[in-house]
């Protein structure tokens, strides 16, 4: 996503997608030097002295995000779903030295989707990627969300048709589901 919320070309023209992140550790830990990778892939980096890091990779789907410190050589993942073609920000990682477990305050998500159904009346979506060809849906909660077009004007769910396109943003929680969020049609 760039800086004015658009979902970026770069990650909407190709397969996989674009992960963005920072670690969040206690004031005493050094979160600089961390290797990260989305495992079985060769997208590879290590954190900025502020923990922060940014892979594009092309991988999709449910995924699994391994963070290694050297100076401890402690080992942790995390597991993630990647729409096809978008950002996932990731906000908050933290690290649990006993379990091996990395947790994220914060999941944000944007991809240009398509509507493969509209629930109207329980105010739930179910949206793909475009450039998703297995066309994995996503639920999106239309409760707690803005659903407009592209003008700004508010568009009512009735509105919407199967195949719309979608300029989908918003908060990932911890079921999957995109909450507190936007969907724009194109």
Do not use: K
């Not at 989305?38 to 991988?59: C, H, K, N, W, Y």
């Not at 396109?165 to 929680?173: A, E, H, S, T």
Request: a negative charge.
């Amino acid at each position: 996503m760039r800086a004015d919320g658009e979902v970026s070309q770069a990650a909407v023209n190709q397969p996989g997608g674009r992960l963005r992140a920072e670690m969040r550790e206690r004031a005493s830990r050094r979160v600089g030097g961390i290797e990260v990778e989305i495992q079985d892939t060769e997208a590879v980096t290590d954190t900025a002295p502020d923990g922060s890091f940014d892979l594009l990779t092309d991988a999709e789907g449910p995924q699994s995000v391994r963070f290694r410190r050297s100076r401890d050589d402690i080992v942790a993942r995390l597991p993630i779903d990647l729409p096809s073609g978008a950002e996932l920000s990731l906000r908050g990682i933290r690290i649990d030295d006993s379990t091996g477990e990395a947790t994220v305050d914060l999941q944000e998500v944007a991809f240009e989707g398509v509507l493969d159904a509209a629930n109207c009346r329980t105010e739930r979506l179910l949206v793909s990627s475009r450039s998703d060809e297995a066309r994995r849906s996503y639920r999106f909660d239309l409760h707690d969300a803005w659903l407009g077009d592209a003008s700004g004007r508010n568009i009512a769910c009735e509105d919407l048709r199967r195949d719309d396109r979608l300029n989908v943003r918003g908060i990932v929680q911890p079921d999957g589901r995109i909450a507190f969020g936007t969907a724009e049609r194109q």
